[in-house]
Each structure stands twice: as C-alpha cells, then as structure tokens.
C-alpha cells in the first residue's frame, strides 16, 4: 500500500506527460522564457536527494527540470514546481528550503521556484517566507497559482490536456466526502474525452490521471466500466487496455505503493533507533525491537495519510485511536477500509469496533 495520495499521484503522472501546457496554462511568462527547441530534462532523482524532511507528515508533489531561458541567462536553469493539495503553515518557509539546497547542490543561481495551491481553501494563498533578526533581513517571493481561482466554464474551452486534469481536480474538490456525485463527475469528463480530439496517448494518460484524482471505491468504479463499454460500441476509443487498471487497482495501487514507502522509512527510522539503542541493551536486542517500532511507525503513518488524501483531516483523537494498534495484521486491514469506506465516519465507526472487540477479547 502506498504513501502517495490518490491526487498526488495523478499530478505527478499530468506534469511530467503535460509539462509545457502546465507551464503554458498556468506560468506564462516563465514559459515565454523557456527555449523550447532545447530538452526538458527530469531531475527527480537529485531531487529527492535534497528534498527537505516535512514538518507535517504530509505528502508533497515535486518536479525538478533542467530547462534553457532565450533571454540570454548562462548555462541551465532548474525549475522547481510543487503541487500543494493540502494547506500547511511551513509550506513558505519549505519552498524556501528547497530553493537554497538546489542552489547549493548546483552551485548557480539559476533556480525558479513555483507552486500550484490545489487545495480546498480559498483564503490560504502562501507566496513569501520572511525571516528577520539584528538587521539581516531574508524575503524569498515565489510565484503561485491557486485553482480554486481558475473558471470551469473557461477552462473547458481550452484544447488543453493539463486544462483537463484541472477540471478533474476541482471536480473532485467539489465533491469530496460525496461519492454519488464524484462518480457522475468523474462519468461526465470520462465522455467529454471522447469529444475533444485528444491523441490515443493523450487519453490513456488522461483517463489514468483522472482515474487517481477522482478515485472511487469498487462499486462505483463499475459504473465508470459501463461507461466505457458504451463508448467502446459507439465508436474506436482506446480504453479497453485500461479497464483492469481502472477497477481492480485504481487508487489502491497508488496507496499501496505509497505505504511501502512510508514502512520503508519507519523501518530505516527504527534501525536507526535500534542501532542506539543496541550500544546500551545488545545489538541483536536493539536491533529487533527498532525494526518493529519502525514497522509499526510506518504502518500508523501509511494509514493516516490513506485517510487525509481522502477525507482531508483525521482528528487527534483518530490518530491516537490509529497509533495505539500494535497488530500489524489489524493496520493492514485497516488500509482497506480506509480505501473503501464511504465517509470518514464510517471508517471511525469501524474503528471503534474494533476496540469494543479487542476490549471483549481482552476481559475474556
């Protein structure tokens, strides 16, 4: 199971196939500089390599492009861009970060930081960390664009691919905690596909983009199979490669991959702590009992982001219920309902539950 958010992943997958329109859209005047003649190359990798640690246990989408400027800028620029789909009160002082660790990593001045706000707030509108003490004063101004700002009626003109993925997004903002309306969000962009004149690639990418950001549990992924068995009889479209992978995997892939990741670093986090601690109890002692709590940190972070990408925010008093489950079997099953449940009270249902029986089991 997986650390990424369902809308995490599918913005990943849209800027990295979609790169020039997001820039076209959404940064006109730093696409206007870009020499596009040239390659756009990836640096992904070297940008996990600085990415700095987060405050809040959230997830967070990046891309870092090696990119020209015709406006006779010297050597490469590095182009930092970031989804945002969640508000977060370091969020000016993280792009910061970013900022001077690529400036030190690459030794050149050439860096352009830029954020996209997906979130749900209007009012959280982040573009400036300030910091000032005994006469030094550091001001970092970056450019954003929140999506919430941006018009559906417009944006439906645009034969835009990225335009596309935005009105999947704010669809899906828009219908959160309601799956009857997401699902018939998500059916009426699945047919406009078929309206406007995408490439074969271009769709498949998009109905997998869209896929992720309006993920919808089983049941009512059948009913966007449907959808797509009638348009396959109405005409040649090329989805058909792409029912598996909507309805057997869909978001659970994405979260599952995500998961293992976070286990990954709670069982690093926990060899780590074991290794200290075997200095003092015996290696072999230390060791055992890190990679337990690092499996067990993992698990309790994989599931709490499981449930803020879907439902938004999980109370204290949820994670405190989350973070006393020790059975790794038990949080495993828990990824599932926290999949598929429709609400986030039903999943604090099941959760209590399951308390009342372990406090059964225990009495007896």
């Not at 005047?29 to 596009?36: E, F, G, R, S």
């Not at 993992?298 to 803020?308: M, P, S």
Request: glycine share 6%; hydrophobic share 40%.
């Amino acid at each position: 199971m997986g650390e990424e958010a369902p809308y995490d992943s599918g913005w990943k997958l849209a800027l990295t196939s979609f790169f020039k329109e997001a820039l076209q859209l959404l940064f006109s005047q730093v696409y206007a500089l870009i020499d596009w003649q040239k390659p756009v190359v990836f640096r992904n990798t070297e940008l996990l390599r600085i990415a700095p640690e987060s405050q809040t246990g959230r997830r967070h989408v990046d891309l870092l492009a090696e990119v020209s400027f015709t406006n006779g800028v010297q050597g490469a620029v590095f182009l930092h861009l970031e989804v945002q789909t969640q508000s977060e009160p370091q969020f000016e002082k993280r792009m910061f970060t970013y900022y001077y660790r690529l400036y030190d990593y690459y030794k050149t001045e050439n860096i352009v930081s830029l954020a996209i706000l997906a979130d749900a707030d209007p009012n959280w509108r982040p573009s400036t960390y300030q910091n000032e003490l005994a006469g030094c004063r550091l001001s970092f101004d970056f450019p954003t664009v929140k999506l919430l700002d941006m018009d559906e009626q417009i944006l439906t003109t645009y034969q835009s691919a990225i335009a596309f993925v935005i009105q999947a997004h704010l669809s899906a903002l828009r219908a959160r905690g309601n799956l009857n309306l997401l699902a018939q969000e998500k059916i009426a962009l699945i047919r406009k596909l078929r309206a406007l004149g995408y490439t074969h690639d271009e769709i498949i990418t998009l109905y997998k983009v869209v896929d992720f950001i309006m993920a919808l549990p089983k049941e009512y992924e059948e009913l966007v199979q449907q959808v797509i068995h009638e348009a396959e009889q109405q005409s040649e479209w090329p989805l058909t490669s792409l029912e598996k992978f909507a309805i057997e995997r869909g978001v659970l892939q994405g979260i599952e991959q995500g998961i293992e990741q976070g286990i990954e670093k709670g069982i690093q986090q926990g060899l780590q702590q074991g290794l200290q601690q075997g200095l003092q109890q015996g290696l072999q002692q230390g060791l055992q009992q890190g990679l337990q709590q690092g499996l067990q940190q993992g698990l309790h972070q994989g599931l709490l982001l499981v449930l803020e990408s879907r439902f938004g925010s999980v109370t204290p008093e949820m994670q405190a219920q989350v973070e006393q489950i020790q059975d790794e079997s038990i949080l495993r099953e828990l990824y599932r309902v926290a999949a598929t449940a429709e609400s986030i009270e039903a999943f604090a249902q099941h959760l209590h539950n399951l308390a009342v029986s372990q406090n059964g089991s225990d009495r007896g």
